[in-house]
């Protein structure tokens, strides 16, 4: 399988050059081997289609239209905020490439660092300057451990409760279902549906079967988590990278936001709301994984005991490595985007081409991949919500950042009158 959750693990700890090379280039070329399945063509159609209605509308691009109601207001103001960052951020991998290629060459290996060498040696280099290795620390993730502690979370934030429906079948044997209560009502229905499987689409997002509302009497949202973690053999647990658990508590934020809508229209409801708004709730929740009293109730999975003190001191630490080729493999995808959706697209377009244009102007290194290549870009063109949009996650960075900040200067991760 390609998806995320398994080829990350092989290109993080693979020893076999070939294998690594292999898995990155079947991974990254989904959707771009030039046969029935190609995506290029259908991009070109949806880009110049898009560009279409907003001409209709009487907007410049399609990017002009997304943005005039969003909190950015222009795609000047969002391409600002990218390249603000880009820079720095592209000196940071600069930084880390000659280090990575010092671990290659004090190895004896004779050959230059390939994309599908990057997260190998970053894990080598996290290894040798903070002496953490991820695996650690996994044994304290495991998944409905952590499902419970993101439950912990927003009872004490919020004063909900998540009680087990095993009586409520799911659409799969895997689906999970929780009644969310407050204050001894119901306010709706919450669905874990968190292990990879055959034609499920990858990556991790939240949805809603079923939106709240009050406009022909009180309605409860129907709310679903989908991630795509590896589903371990029967009756082994699924430990989870820290990565992973952040995802899980990140689209719980958005699980959130849809649970605890309060308002009588529903297409106001929940995530509905202007896009570069809309990742603050599930990136402020990432937050809490890390406080202390979440970090406590992670214990592990076999013995009970606490994360020790000294793991948890080499987590934070090494939680700086790595951050030069997290943001440009993020803002390049964002650029893409912000390119795609400004640009006049015509019949026939080569959008392979257009990408590489892209990186060409914003010094894209080698050695690191989009995110997001174009053919496999869900976000862009699964639907429209992020088109035009991608940059949000950064834009709401800057927000979660000062939103948390508010707890810490209270003195306590659930201070209430902050909540």
Same mark, same amino acid.
């Given at each position: 399988?390609?998806?995320?959750?398994?080829?990350?693990?092989?290109?993080?700890?693979?020893?076999?050059?070939?294998?690594?090379?292999?898995?990155?280039?079947?991974?990254?070329?989904?959707?771009?081997?030039?046969?029935?399945?190609?995506?290029?063509?259908?991009?070109?159609?949806?880009?110049?289609?898009?560009?279409?209605?907003?001409?209709?509308?009487?907007?410049?691009?399609?990017?002009?239209?997304?943005?005039?109601?969003?909190?950015?207001?222009?795609?000047?103001?969002?391409?600002?905020?990218?390249?603000?960052?880009?820079?720095?951020?592209?000196?940071?991998?600069?930084?880390?490439?000659?280090?990575?290629?010092?671990?290659?060459?004090?190895?004896?290996?004779?050959?230059?660092?390939?994309?599908?060498?990057?997260?190998?040696?970053?894990?080598?280099?996290?290894?040798?300057?903070?002496?953490?290795?991820?695996?650690?620390?996994?044994?304290?993730?495991?998944?409905?451990?952590?499902?419970?502690?993101?439950?912990?979370?927003?009872?004490?934030?919020?004063?909900?409760?998540?009680?087990?429906?095993?009586?409520?079948?799911?659409?799969?044997?895997?689906?999970?279902?929780?009644?969310?209560?407050?204050?001894?009502?119901?306010?709706?229905?919450?669905?874990?549906?968190?292990?990879?499987?055959?034609?499920?689409?990858?990556?991790?997002?939240?949805?809603?079967?079923?939106?709240?509302?009050?406009?022909?009497?009180?309605?409860?949202?129907?709310?679903?988590?989908?991630?795509?973690?590896?589903?371990?053999?029967?009756?082994?647990?699924?430990?989870?990278?820290?990565?992973?658990?952040?995802?899980?508590?990140?689209?719980?934020?958005?699980?959130?936001?849809?649970?605890?809508?309060?308002?009588?229209?529903?297409?106001?409801?929940?995530?509905?709301?202007?896009?570069?708004?809309?990742?603050?709730?599930?990136?402020?929740?990432?937050?809490?994984?890390?406080?202390?009293?979440?970090?406590?109730?992670?214990?592990?999975?076999?013995?009970?005991?606490?994360?020790?003190?000294?793991?948890?001191?080499?987590?934070?630490?090494?939680?700086?490595?790595?951050?030069?080729?997290?943001?440009?493999?993020?803002? &390049?995808?964002? =650029?893409?985007?912000?390119? %795609?959706? #400004?640009? +006049?697209?015509?019949? /026939?377009?080569?959008?392979? @081409?257009?990408?590489?244009?892209?990186?060409?102007?914003?010094?894209?290194?080698?050695?690191?991949?989009?995110?997001?290549?174009?053919?496999?870009?869900?976000?862009?063109?699964?639907?429209?919500?992020?088109?035009?949009?991608?940059?949000?996650?950064?834009? &709401?960075?800057? =927000?979660?950042?000062?939103? %948390?900040? #508010?707890? +810490?200067?209270?003195? /306590?991760?659930?201070?209430? @009158?902050?909540?």
């Amino acid at each position: 399988t390609t998806s995320r959750s398994s080829v990350e693990p092989v290109l993080h700890f693979a020893r076999d050059r070939a294998v690594r090379e292999k898995i990155w280039r079947g991974f990254v070329k989904r959707g771009a081997n030039g046969n029935a399945s190609d995506n290029h063509a259908t991009i070109g159609e949806i880009l110049r289609l898009r560009g279409e209605q907003a001409k209709l509308l009487g907007y410049e691009s399609y990017a002009q239209y997304k943005l005039a109601d969003s909190m950015a207001g222009t795609p000047k103001a969002a391409r600002g905020l990218l390249e603000q960052v880009w820079k720095p951020g592209r000196q940071r991998a600069f930084d880390d490439r000659v280090a990575l290629q010092g671990l290659i060459d004090e190895e004896g290996g004779n050959f230059k660092l390939a994309a599908w060498d990057w997260r190998y040696y970053a894990e080598k280099l996290r290894l040798a300057r903070y002496d953490f290795d991820e695996n650690e620390i996994k044994p304290y993730l495991e998944l409905w451990k952590v499902v419970e502690a993101a439950f912990y979370v927003a009872e004490k934030l919020f004063g909900v409760s998540f009680v087990a429906r095993v009586d409520i079948e799911g659409y799969h044997p895997d689906v999970r279902v929780w009644e969310v209560k407050r204050d001894g009502k119901t306010i709706g229905i919450f669905y874990g549906d968190y292990f990879a499987r055959a034609g499920k689409r990858s990556g991790a997002w939240m949805t809603s079967f079923r939106k709240q509302g009050k406009l022909d009497g009180e309605v409860i949202p129907l709310v679903v988590n989908t991630c795509n973690y590896l589903k371990p053999p029967e009756g082994q647990p699924a430990l989870l990278s820290l990565d992973e658990a952040r995802t899980l508590f990140h689209e719980f934020g958005h699980g959130l936001h849809g649970l605890l809508s309060n308002v009588t229209y529903p297409r106001i409801a929940g995530t509905s709301v202007v896009r570069d708004f809309v990742e603050l709730p599930s990136q402020l929740y990432e937050h809490w994984l890390e406080s202390k009293p979440v970090l406590e109730r992670l214990v592990h999975y076999r013995t009970g005991e606490k994360i020790p003190q000294a793991l948890l001191d080499k987590m934070k630490a090494a939680g700086k490595a790595n951050r030069g080729f997290e943001t440009v493999e993020f803002v &390049s995808s964002a =650029l893409l985007d912000m390119d %795609y959706h #400004a640009a +006049e697209i015509g019949e /026939d377009e080569d959008i392979a @081409a257009l990408e590489r244009k892209t990186l060409d102007a914003i010094g894209m290194p080698e050695e690191i991949a989009l995110r997001h290549a174009s053919t496999h870009f869900l976000h862009l063109f699964s639907g429209d919500g992020y088109a035009a949009g991608y940059y949000s996650y950064l834009w &709401s960075e800057v =927000l979660d950042a000062d939103g %948390y900040g #508010a707890f +810490e200067e209270a003195g /306590d991760p659930f201070d209430k @009158a902050t909540a």
